[in-house]
């Protein structure tokens, strides 16, 4: 028996190479693909890995960003920002009739209003541009009913979800032949862990949105969660009032529905270490995941990521 | 791999754990995962608090197999249906990624899937319970998929008092199997998951045992062989255009490693160039190693196409042949069809592929070769394997990554099976067509007309060979040049050997297509009157031909109809149980989903030969 000893750079360049393979499988092998941004810190990921797998070409895919309405002005600005800088063709899926209709977080349970907002926004988005492939930054680690999915997930007519007609997936060779109506999501992620998201940021010098870094912000307590009051939208409760919290997000997503953790850390080091000692899974400070055990695979069921 | 980084060692270790429901694996894995801290403590949690029915397991201790469970339908059942993916951080920094394959009989091609990557295998068996069938079938898959290092975990130690004689019992006849199967690592831990007896720490109740946890032997692990010694392999994905004329070939190293500077060659077209430029985001590379996924530039402008492999020059090149000899792990529930299309994918090739042949089924249990037609979902099987054209595969033993493929169905897009390439079959080279000068140009200008292929499918009794007929009478009459290969005359020579099951009747159009396409080389127009009653079939069949040439005709007669002409008496003896294999009573007929003509068996048959031959002659 000898001694080994592996440096983190090591894994993280194997997940590098392993997330760029999958990159241009897809980017070669599907009509129409498209990226999935969502503007956190998975999304920084995933698009850096896009430029590495390309290059010195551009990405040679649209970048789609389906927009809630309701998230914190600072990613849409992040949003916006990169690009700009990168000159992406941005495709933006808006459920426009449900805006109409006023649906929030706050008229519908966090249920239904992800089916409407995210599931539903998502598929007509998919539908309108004809996309037949579209790459997501889902993790394995992130959920137990993750650990199932494949790297290439199949979609059937109605871009429903079902685990039984899942494809075997053998060495580095993906069957991405599509029957009419069957689409593809796409995982270049799909084996990392939250911590080497992280690591790889720090190491790759990624730009991510401040949210993720401890700041002074305005927030009320709600069932146990730190709630941002990022905008008037937000209906306060009788006598409640937003107080200064130095506090950071985990995941970023709808601003009503992601819960803060209170902290210090303000930059890199500091939030990696944070990281390193806790022990509570990322998706816990995410409202929607809370109801139910199976309540992911129901999402997924019915075409949510 | 960025440029930035160089790896010793195998970062990241891929691991397979097998074993029976019984065999306490999923308790095996949520320890292991529990005590190298990469479980969240809420999940920890969890698994403290809940419990499923008939659990023994007190509340508040830690149910690790709760910890490893995945959809709700599994957690239900109380078992593991299909392949999940975990990783686990060891101490020393090493990330191993656990394939976890149910144990389940029927889900051995889950097995085979889970073992496909595997550098290790973790082989469960229960001391109390012994060396099971199960036990050889998974020890067989993994050797198969080219697991090099076998861990067998003997598992429950705690149960048969911890006794030595117990443990090295099982082991000697694990061994065994393991040494028949040509397993080049094989260790053997004692352990008890349950008890945490030697699965992250060493125990005290085995003095006899010296070796170590199975959490040290994954972290001393060393692969028994090293990829980026062997001979380099880069198969193209996707082609990188950028300004100023920059055209790169994207791809990975799957094994061996190249240099700027090295003479490589295209083992599909055996054109040769040097390597240019090895390109990554970064900054360019003087070399590539195995695993890293960068573009490479050509000193000249040399035809490389995504799918095609670059490979290191000299005696290690890879001849492309169009025949093989293959075992296949059938995964699909509709068994194999002899002579059926399918697309054969591997890594980014993509290549109509026909299976000539089954040599034989393997027992995976015993080890037997048991003579076959077919194979069966989870049987694992020797096949011939034709190619469309000719392709460079590696032995599986070889390369993985350009040894094994997938056998995909060509009409509902699923993965059948995966195959790992034995070798290429040295008659595939001998074969070297020959060209005439007395060509089908030449033949269509003596004729006058160009050769056709119409191919009627329908019901038995839909009226193929009445239209057939009626419609090579009226061609006739205008000097064109017909002839008509019916389903019932071809049966009574070349295809008398053959009967009526699926596999049966896709040799039948296989054989069908061919002829007619000789025959449409000879100038003729040919209508094939056949039931042809698969989509796949009959889309095998027009793959034969150039666009233009191949008509299906779908002749739309209700069965209704069709039963109460019964021409044959097909429909009476069907109805009176003597014909279980009937097309439209005991085996379906699918329809056509893009037909080139449809035509009614009804009606007025001049009216419906008049549709037909202005089509063929393009009126």
């Not at chain 1, 649906?103 to 988005?125: C, D, N, Q």
């Not at chain 2, 199997?177 to 060493?202: H, Y």
């Not at chain 2, 140009?441 to 009627?456: E, F």
């Not at chain 2, 031959?613 to 009126?619: H, M, N």
């Amino acid at each position: 028996m000898t001694d080994i000893t592996v440096p983190y750079a090591a894994v993280l360049d194997e997940l590098e190479s392993e997330a760029i393979h999958i990159y241009r499988e897809t980017a070669a092998a599907f009509r129409n693909p498209v990226l999935l941004y969502s503007i956190g810190k998975d999304s920084s990921v995933l698009l850096h890995l896009a430029l590495k797998a390309f290059a010195p070409a551009g990405l040679p895919f649209p970048v789609m960003h389906v927009d809630t309405t309701w998230k914190f002005k600072e990613m849409i600005a992040f949003r916006d920002k990169r690009v700009a800088e990168l000159g992406l063709d941005l495709r933006i899926s808006v459920n426009e009739a449900a805006v109409t209709e006023g649906v929030s977080p706050f008229s519908h349970g966090t249920h239904e209003y992800t089916r409407i907002m995210k599931t539903v926004a998502l598929r007509e988005g998919i539908d309108r541009y004809g996309f037949d492939a579209a790459i997501g930054g889902a993790r394995r680690d992130e959920e137990r009913s993750r650990a199932k999915e494949r790297v290439f997930s199949l979609r059937e007519p109605g871009h429903r979800w079902e685990p039984r007609k899942q494809r075997p997936e053998f060495w580095r060779t993906a069957n991405t032949t599509l029957s009419e109506g069957q689409s593809m999501r796409v995982f270049p992620l799909s084996n990392w862990t939250e911590l080497d998201v992280w690591r790889y940021i720090e190491r790759e010098g990624i730009d991510i949105p401040s949210l993720y870094f401890a700041k002074p912000r305005p927030v009320v307590e709600r069932d146990g969660a730190l709630i941002m009051v990022d905008d008037e939208r937000f209906p306060l409760r009788e006598g409640e009032e937003a107080q200064m919290r130095s506090v950071r997000f985990r995941t970023l997503g709808c601003y009503p529905l992601s819960g803060a953790v209170e902290s210090t850390a303000d930059n890199l080091a500091d939030l990696i270490a944070e990281m390193e000692t806790s022990t509570v899974s990322e998706r816990a400070g995410r409202l929607i995941d809370g109801e139910g055990g199976g309540s992911m695979e129901a999402k997924k069921a019915e075409g949510y990521f | 791999m960025s440029a930035t980084g160089t790896t010793t060692g195998t970062p990241v270790l891929h691991l397979v754990t097998c074993g029976s429901v019984d065999d306490g694996k999923s308790t095996l894995i949520g320890r292991l995962l529990a005590e190298t801290n990469s479980v969240p403590l809420d999940q920890l949690e969890y698994a403290r608090r809940t419990r499923r029915g008939g659990s023994t397991i007190p509340i508040g201790d830690v149910d690790f197999s709760l910890l490893t469970d995945g959809l709700e339908a599994e957690r239900e059942q109380g078992i593991t249906i299909d392949v999940a993916y975990r990783h686990m951080n060891l101490p020393n920094g090493r990330r191993v990624l656990i394939a976890d394959a149910p144990g389940h009989e029927q889900y051995t091609r889950n097995m085979a899937v889970a073992a496909s990557n595997g550098d290790v295998a973790v082989l469960l068996v229960d001391a109390a319970r012994g060396v099971r069938p199960q036990t050889h079938r998974h020890l067989t898959v993994c050797a198969l998929m080219g697991v090099k290092t076998v861990i067998i975990a003997v598992n429950k130690m705690d149960l048969v008092d911890y006794a030595e004689p117990v443990f090295n019992e099982i082991v000697s006849v694990v061994e065994a199997t393991a040494a028949r199967l040509g397993v080049p690592d094989v260790r053997a831990i004692p352990m008890s998951a349950g008890a945490g007896d030697n699965v992250t720490a060493p125990t005290a109740h085995m003095h006899w045992y010296s070796g170590p946890s199975l959490l040290g032997a994954l972290s001393g692990w060393e692969p028994v062989e090293d990829n980026s010694a062997k001979p380099f392999r880069f198969p193209v994905q996707f082609i990188v255009r950028a300004d100023g004329n920059f055209r790169g070939y994207a791809g990975t190293v799957v094994s061996g490693e190249v240099s700027k500077g090295d003479e490589v060659v295209v083992a599909d077209s055996g054109r040769t160039a040097v390597i240019d430029r090895i390109v990554t985001y970064g900054g360019d590379l003087q070399t590539a190693v195995t695993g890293q996924a960068v573009t490479l530039t050509l000193d000249h402008e040399v035809d490389v196409t995504r799918g095609d492999l670059i490979a290191a020059t000299g005696p290690t090149l890879v001849q492309p042949a169009d025949r093989f000899s293959a075992d296949l792990v059938w995964l699909a529930e509709e068994p194999l069809a002899h002579g059926r299309s399918y697309l054969l994918v591997s890594g980014s090739r993509s290549v109509p592929a026909t299976v000539t042949n089954v040599r034989y089924r393997l027992d995976v249990v015993s080890g037997h070769e048991h003579s076959a037609r077919l194979l069966d979902m989870n049987d694992v099987g020797r096949v011939e394997i034709a190619t469309d054209r000719p392709i460079p595969m590696d032995p599986y033993s070889t390369s993985r990554d350009t040894g094994g493929f997938l056998l995909v169905d060509r009409v509902t897009a699923d993965t059948v099976a995966a195959g790992l390439t034995r070798h290429a079959m040295r008659r595939a080279f001998n074969v070297v067509p020959h060209t005439y000068d007395v060509d089908h140009d030449a033949r269509v200008l003596m004729m006058g007309h160009p050769g056709k292929v119409v191919w009627l499918t329908g019901l038995p009794g839909s009226g193929k060979s009445s239209i057939a007929d009626a419609a090579v009478r009226r061609l006739h009459a205008l000097g064109v040049h017909t002839y008509v290969l019916d389903g019932d005359n071809v049966r009574a020579g070349l295809n008398k050997d053959l009967g009526f099951t699926p596999e049966d009747r896709a040799e039948n159009v296989r054989r069908v297509a061919e002829v007619s396409k000789l025959m449409l080389d000879s100038g003729l127009v040919v209508f094939v009157a056949l039931v042809s009653p698969y989509r796949s079939d009959r889309l095998s069949a027009k793959a034969l031909f150039e666009p233009g040439e191949f008509l299906e005709v779908y002749i739309d007669t209700s069965v209704d109809v069709c039963a109460e002409r019964d021409p044959k008496g097909l429909y009476a003896k069907a109805a009176a149980g003597s014909l279980p294999n009937m097309t439209g009573m005991g085996q379906v007929y699918e329809e056509p989903e893009h037909p080139d003509l449809v035509l009614h068996g009804v009606g007025d048959i001049e009216a419906t030969v008049t549709q037909l031959t202005a089509v063929i002659l393009g009126e």
